[in-house]
């Protein structure tokens, strides 16, 4: 159906009956997008030739840009989309856009809110707020300039950010008539620019916003280009998975007490699903509840999820305050004080050691102090670079300091409670936007370990045990189903290793619950003490300079993280020892080969916490390789590791 059928037909519902009319957008899904790059590169143009085309301008609106366009536009008096997204004086006197703009508009198939972000290096500040509630980032690039910084700049955000959808949209092609060549050269300009992203689709698209090529219809000057125009794309790009529906987080915003016999807790479900019955801990104090009920504006309702606005009761009377935390008990939030974050800075006063700040995340507003700059980003290659401050639009990796416990998530794990804004204490002044990146394992150890216990460093350095060994100590740690086939590539790993002079050992998950692990059941709290000895025997092992090769099902994304942690914690800042590599082997196919005849027990109700059947397993959200032997021999699944790791070199 065409734009223009469709809005007939919408206008005939409006007449005939509102409530569908409402009922039907109620029930589209919502896409959130951004629309970034550098200074005049198309980005408010697109956008309005977006809604120009998609025909959801009001005739008022077209008439007001159409007079706008002869005073201020940018096009010889002709139609200047851009007009209907700059809505500020300045805006449109400069041509440039400033603030963020916020426009909507539905089609057949999806709703969408589309942020308008500026192109100036002085307003990426705006751009990182923008950024942080979308789903989709379209970058422009104007074809005849190619890759220019502040697209770097906001890329690298945009993925920062958590953004897995990136758009590339080479704009301006009718400027360079259309050119096949050019848009390969920037393609492939911005491909080895961004192979550093990790978990990010990157999607191409050639267009020109003020001609309407490949905008919302396909374009008759590129027939060389056979892909769908970009409001198609938009339609189809799927984002649910990108949602967080396995950690329940619950920030608490409000107490409610009309009356002496009600007291509820008021907040809005930031991820994960709550329902009445659910047993629930509140972070940071630990004290346990069960959900009594679950009230909204128009009644009680069995459920809620991310991200309805609810207002819940316990049937256990514990203290409970604005900015406390409700999870399920197998699955909190850390609950620490020392963590490291990524930060963008944005005030012109530069980011310091040693100062207080006020860390406000989700509901929570804690007092921090600033240890210190780890590092800053080169923006153009995104390498390192030593630095002790953060000039205004800089990104670095920061260590902060709580001056009290608080409930946080990695942000990789959960863009809400693993953000923050950064408060000047004496001016209030909105100062930078951070996304945590783990909390620090040392801390960590200090905290939970036994008191008056210091870690004994010995005379031989790392470096000297690496030059005996010949090689860099790592840690292989393979995931998967049972049956999927990690312990036969661990072995063949273990053998292709050794044959080539590396030391190299195993730890297999039922060799290690024979004896250091044989007082664990498959409980999740049992399976993640589990995994927490393992990577601290993996780290002292790879502090003696081996590399270790573990096959452990390991089925939680936060217990693999933490071992990363753990495994990572005592390398230097520069070193990575710790690789995920999940053994991607489809459920069906496991379960068809049954070598150890698991599954037909645990289908038999025999075995109890069976991953993959009465057991949940979380597929690595971004593991460093992935594998299968489904179609794949061990062999190669290990001659793939060794190479993509360089271990025989």
Known sequence: MSETNYKVREQDLIRSDISAYLKRHEEKDMLRFLTCGSVDDGKSTLIGRLLYDSQMIY???????????????????????????????AEREQGITIDVAYRYFSTEKRSFIICDAPGHEQYTRNMATGASHCDVAIVLIDARHGVMPQTKRHSFIASLLGIRHLIIAVNKMDAVDYDQDVFEKIRKDYLSFAAKFQDVNIHFLP?????????????????WFDGRPLLSYLEAIEISADRNLIDLRFPVQYVLRPDLNFRGFSGTVVSGIMRKGDSVIVNPSGKKAKIKSIETYNGEIPEAFAPMAVTVTTDEEVDISRGDVLSHPNNRPHVESGFDATVVWMHETPLQSGRNYLLKTTTQTVPVTLDGVRYRFDINN????????LEMNEIGRVGFTAHRPFSFDNYSRNRKTGSFILIDTVTNATLAAGMIIRQRVEEKKTVSGPRNVNWEKGQVSRDERNTLMGHAPQTLWLTGLSGSGKSTIAQVLEAKLVAAGKKAYILDGDNIRHGLNQDLSFTPEDRKENIRRIAEVASLMNDAGLIVITAFIS??????????????GAADESESRFHEIFVDTPLEVCEARDVKGLYSKARAGEIKNFTGVTAPYEAPENPELKVSTDGQTPASCADFILQELKLLD
Do not use: C, W
């Not at 002869?70 to 007009?83: E, I, M, R, S, Y």
């Open 207 to 223: 267009i020109s916003a003020l001609k309407g090529d490949n905008v919302v219809d396909r374009s008759e000057n590129m027939d």
């Open 555 to 568: 089925p939680y994304q936060e217990d693999r993280e933490q071992a990363r942690e753990i495994i990572n």
């Open 382 to 389: 995104l390498g390192r670079e030593d630095s002790t401050e």
């Open 59 to 89: 005739e008022d609106q077209l008439a007001a840009v159409m007079k706008d366009s002869k005073v201020h536009g940018t096009t010889n008096d002709d139609f200047d989309p851009a007009l209907l997204t700059d809505g500020l004086k």
